[in-house]
């Protein structure tokens, strides 16, 4: 049974014995989706075969790009015995197939469990291997039994970075290149950050990049690897950045990152931000790039945002005083609720399937005190629990990904599809929800939903709002 | 563009007809480091039992092996709908280190009491086996305290491939077969295995057979229902599809009820005939049954024909690759595609045996490339320079087709599209002509190369 917890009584939901219908997935995606991101880059599953193809077939229906993704293929011998001849094998065939410039290896539950040792292993292949011979070779802990596919995108950012980041000289010029810590995004939202810091005559190593990789075109001749990604030399230059912007409020508020690692190894100044949704998130993230580029912001975004506030203005009295539910990763829910606070849709449940880290203490924040007792935050729950919570809440729409699909039909709400994944509609790679550009289309989608919903109800049906 | 390199463990894995024939490698583990298209043990069982509706389907392990598999299938069912929903046990670190077991049993209590199955069947994932819960006796437990069967499904990722997990899904289910009640049950009656009701397959299927007189006891395990399972040791025959999937309990079913079985394909106008001409022969003392079936056909092939003959002109002289689960399947495509006047260039399967391959080097024509357990490069390469038009296969062959503007048909179990039978023939032929007449294909740059 789900259990609504009120902003003004924080409690974590208590252990129930059966996960159903999950809001969240294992780690080694988002390691995976990762390293999809990096120029070159392999990712390669240390565990059973089925962990590389599920996850395949997962992000596929989403991406709908290829999606090779290797596995070390553990039989009964290799659970016995170790994993060691397994990963030498599979990083063998991965280099004669794809010559890489980077292999990215994640683990899972089963090689965690009987304790394999994969630094050991890769610091025995490249001793067997010349080392010019090598392309890196990075390494992350994701069993699935900790955290969820979030801690695994962000832990295998964090090991991309501590695994190729190289010292400084400290003569060199000052860069004019920024690190962007993007989160998970849409490859649309990573197109759309990238121009922005370059509008800002800045560079940028973004990690990672997928919106090539995962978002490409046609191909005129066969790619074994996809073209795009992070540029394995900018991740080994990172050190050498003039700042770090890091998105993600939940992040921010968590334990080491790639930025906070940045700045303690090679003083590079790491900017937390919240993910730009809205408005004031988004304004913050310009003023931090004024403040590391010493440029003025310029005019086409100021124009973007005074559309933007042109439209929200026109669309006011359509989603004033409406209620939502929003549901998926806690970065993303408090992005989500950044924006709604300032459109006056009351989030009356915001949930999500980890532990939600700091995700309450940062709505609190958000919110105006006065509704705190309106806004239920569920952390570490399912779709079963977020099911009863919609149930007494009664929103007049549901925001989220594509799993909550079934609920919102059973109830007969609208659901705005945002996030990942999104199984069920075309251009999931295509949905904006950054920068005043990614407020204006979350916008119009919202208030269009609405408008919709009391058009399709009405007994009159006018064709004017 | 560089050449796409073949591993030299997998050159025994892939045979060109014209060639000098040797027998294929198959059956074994995929090489590390081959993005292999299978997926694991679990797959195999999870695939076998999930349509059986009124189950419940609790996955012990974390959380990663029910979140993908949350209604994955398009496997159709006419009342519970549990299998579509996702349970796992969602291990943590704590129950690693100190045993899932009261996780399990908490779990398995609390579901059966909320929703009320009538079996309930738990799979062990990975790391069930290494932490070594004791999943039988909490299973064994669990059902005397709840009075419904409790069956563990031994399906550790790793042990072995996905046909290993068929097997473990056919132990299991074999332990219901025989516990229920056996009465209206006719001499001319069968148990469809290996059908799983994808958009509703099953069905018609089911509707054929009854046609003809012949009762079906149940469907294994396509709209599938526990008491149904538990009650097909009385029926007469086993009409058994998709190879690999289910004759392990046939077998078993032979070996204990003396139930013989045949293998049929419903995909096709020549396999499905043949499938119900089949199962009429097996009860040839009715000769009724036999005359029903022909008149069954020639109705359904009557209705579906000049359709039929009107796509042809339009696919007739194209190329084709086949990359699906089990052999037998593509078996019956290359007949269908073969009726449309089309060219397989490319037949492939994950699970397909030594006889699988032999049949199918019997079947292609000369230069046709033949594949067991393929990975997206060798797919590419292939298709490529073979030129492909289309590909038929699943999720993940999707995506390799599409980069090079090659027309796709989705055959696997996440399809909503019925394909089998004699309508599904209809489907079938109008997924493959929507997807290779589109004109998008003209401005597709690999095309467009090769043509100039």
Same mark, same amino acid.
């Given at each position: 049974?789900a259990q ?9 939901k ?6 159903q ?10 390691a ?7 120029a ?8 059973s ?6 996850? *395949?077939?997962?992000?596929?229906s ?37 010559t890489?410039e ?10 965690? #469990?009987?304790?394999?040792?994969v630094?050991m ?7 067997g ?27 295998a ?37 990238k ?5 800002f ?6 990690l990672?990049?997928y919106?090539?990789?995962l ?17 394995v ?8 950045s003039?700042?770090s ?9 968590g ?6 690692y ?5 003083n ?8 730009p949704m809205?408005?004031r998130? #988004? ?11 010493g440029?003025e912001m ?5 124009q973007?945002r ?28 408090a992005g989500v609720?950044d ?16 532990r ?20 239920s935050?569920l952390?570490?729950?399912d779709?079963?629990d977020?099911?009863e919570?919609? *149930?007494?809440?009664?929103?007049d729409l549901?925001?989220?990904?594509s799993?909550g ?37 979350l ?11 009391r058009?399709?109800?009405s007994?009159?049906?006018? #064709?004017y709002? | ?6 591993l030299?463990e ?14 294929m490698?198959?059956?074994k583990?995929s090489?590390a480091g ?6 694991c043990?679990?797959?195999?069982s ?14 012990h392990?974390?959380?990663g ?13 006419s ?23 009261p ?15 009538k079996?309930?069947?738990v799979?062990s994932?990975?790391?069930v ?8 006796? /909490?299973c064994?437990?669990?059902g ?5 069967p409790?069956?563990a ?13 068929y097997?473990a ?16 049950i ?12 994808? =958009?509703?397959e ?7 057979y009854?046609?003809? =007189?012949?009762?079906? /006891? ?15 040791h ?5 009409v058994v ?21 045949i293998?049929v ?43 039929l ?15 699906v ?17 089309m ?5 492939g ?9 032999e049949?199918?080097?019997d ?5 046709t /490339?033949?594949?067991d ?10 298709i490529?320079?073979?030129k492909?038009?289309?590909?038929i296969?699943?999720v993940k062959?999707?995506?390799i087709a ?12 996440e ?17 493959i ?13 690999f095309?467009?190369k090769?043509?100039r």
């Amino acid at each position: 049974m789900a259990q609504a917890y009120r902003l003004n009584d924080l409690k974590t939901k208590p252990a129930a014995a059966a996960t159903q219908n999950a809001c969240k997935l294992c780690s080694p995606l988002g390691a995976a989706l990762v390293f999809k991101g990096i120029a070159g880059a392999v990712p390669l599953l240390h565990g059973s075969q089925g962990c590389s193809t599920y996850i *395949r077939r997962y992000l596929i229906s989403h991406f709908k790009e290829p999606m090779d993704i290797a596995c070390t293929n553990f039989g009964e011998q290799t659970a016995i015995f170790g994993g060691g001849a397994n990963m030498k094998l599979a990083l063998d065939n991965i280099l004669t197939q794809y010559t890489p410039e980077m292999v990215g290896v994640a683990t899972t539950c089963l090689a965690e #469990t009987i304790g394999d040792d994969v630094p050991m292993f890769i610091r025995e292949y490249r001793k067997g291997h010349p080392s010019d011979e090598l392309p890196p070779i990075v390494n992350v802990s994701t069993p699935s039994y900790q955290g969820t596919h979030m801690q695994g995108f962000h832990n295998a950012v964090l090991a991309t970075v501590t695994g190729l980041a190289q010292s400084v000289s400290p003569d060199s010029e000052p860069m004019s290149c920024i690190n962007l810590f993007p989160g998970m995004v849409s490859p649309e939202d990573l197109r759309h950050l990238k121009t922005i810091v370059e509008d800002f005559g800045l560079k940028t190593m973004m990690l990672p990049d997928y919106s090539q990789t995962l978002d490409g075109e046609l191909w005129s001749a066969y790619q074994r690897i996809p073209s795009g990604g992070t540029p394995v030399e900018a991740i080994a230059a990172a050190g050498s950045s003039r700042a770090s912007v890091e998105l993600g409020r939940v992040l921010a508020a968590g334990a080491e990152t790639a930025a906070t690692y940045l700045e303690e190894h090679f003083n590079v100044t790491a900017h937390r931000l919240g993910l730009p949704m809205g408005i004031r998130q #988004t304004d913050r993230l310009m003023q931090v790039l004024e403040t590391i580029s010493g440029v003025e912001m310029p005019v086409k975004y100021a124009q973007e945002r005074g559309r933007l506030l042109d439209a929200l203005v026109d669309g006011h009295k359509y989603v004033n005083g409406r209620r939502a539910v929003v549901y998926g990763e806690a970065d993303l829910v408090a992005g989500v609720v950044d924006f709604l606070s300032e459109i006056g849709i009351m989030p009356v449940v915001c949930a999500t399937g980890d532990r939600g880290g700091q995700l309450a203490a940062i709505l609190k924040e958000t919110l105006d005190p006065k509704h705190h007792a309106r806004v239920s935050v569920l952390a570490g729950v399912d779709f079963v629990d977020i099911e009863e919570a919609v *149930r007494q809440a009664k929103p007049d729409l549901i925001i989220g990904h594509s799993k909550g699909y079934s609920l919102a039909r059973k109830l007969d709400i609208p659901l705005v599809r945002i996030g990942f994944p999104i199984h069920d509609r075309v251009g999931g790679s295509r949905v904006q929800h950054l920068g005043y550009q990614g407020a204006q289309a979350l916008f119009d989608r919202i208030a269009n939903t609405l408008l919709e919903k009391r058009q399709a109800a009405s007994d009159v049906g006018y #064709t004017y709002l | 563009m560089s050449t796409i390199p073949i591993l030299k463990e997998r050159r025994k894995q892939i045979y060109r007809k014209g060639e000098a024939p040797f027998e294929m490698s198959c059956d074994k583990h995929s090489l590390a480091g081959s993005v292999s298209q299978r997926a694991c043990v679990f797959c195999g069982s999870r695939v076998v039992l999930y349509p059986i509706a009124d189950a419940l389907h609790l996955i012990h392990g974390p959380i990663g092996c029910a979140a993908y598999t949350w209604d994955i299938r398009g496997a159709l069912s006419s009342g519970p709908q549990l299998h579509r929903l996702s349970f796992s046990t969602d291990l943590q670190e704590k129950e690693v280190i100190f045993g899932g077991e009261p996780k399990l049993y908490q779990a398995l209590t609390e579901l059966i009491d909320t929703y009320q199955p009538k079996a309930a069947f738990v799979y062990s994932t990975c790391i069930v086996g290494i932490i070594g819960d004791d999943v039988e006796a /909490v299973c064994k437990k669990v059902g005397r305290e709840k009075d419904i069967p409790v069956l563990a499904v031994h399906s550790e990722g790793f042990k072995g491939t996905k046909k290993d997990g068929y097997k473990a899904a056919c132990d299991a289910m074999f332990q219901l077969v025989g516990t229920g009640a056996t009465e209206d049950i006719a001499p001319a009656s069968i148990n469809i295995l290996g059908e799983f009701n994808i =958009g509703g397959e099953a069905w018609m299927i089911k509707k054929y057979y009854e046609q003809m =007189g012949v009762q079906v /006891v149940s469907v294994m395990t396509g709209d599938g229902r526990v008491d149904e399972i538990r009650r097909s040791h009385r029926a007469a025959l086993n009409v058994v599809q998709c190879s690999g999937a289910m004759t392990f309990l046939a077998e078993m079913m032979k070996a204990k009820y003396g139930i013989p079985y045949i293998r049929v394909s419903y995909f096709g106008i020549e396999d499905m005939a043949k499938a119900l001409y089949d199962v009429a022969d097996h009860f040839s003392e009715n000769p009724q049954i036999k005359a029903r079936a022909q008149a069954l056909v020639r109705e359904e092939v009557n209705a579906i024909y000049p359709r039929l003959q009107e796509i042809r002109e339009d696919l007739a002289g194209k190329k084709a690759a086949i990359y699906v689960g089990g052999a037998f399947k593509a078996f019956s495509l290359i007949r269908a595609l073969r009726f449309f006047g089309m060219q397989v260039v490319l037949a492939g399967s994950q699970t397909g045996n030594s006889e699988d391959y032999e049949t199918l080097r019997d079947m292609c024509d000369q230069g046709t /490339v033949i594949l067991d357990d393929a990975n997206p490069l060798e797919l590419s390469k292939y298709i490529i320079e073979k030129k492909a038009d289309l590909f038929i296969g699943g999720v993940k062959e999707r995506p390799i087709a599409y980069k090079l503007g090659i027309g796709f048909c989705d055959h696997n179990h996440e399809r909503k599209i019925p394909l089998a039978g004699f309508k599904g023939m209809l489907h079938f032929a109008r997924e493959i002509h929507t997807s290779v007449t589109s004109p998008v294909w003209q401005f597709v740059p690999f095309r467009q190369k090769e043509v100039r």
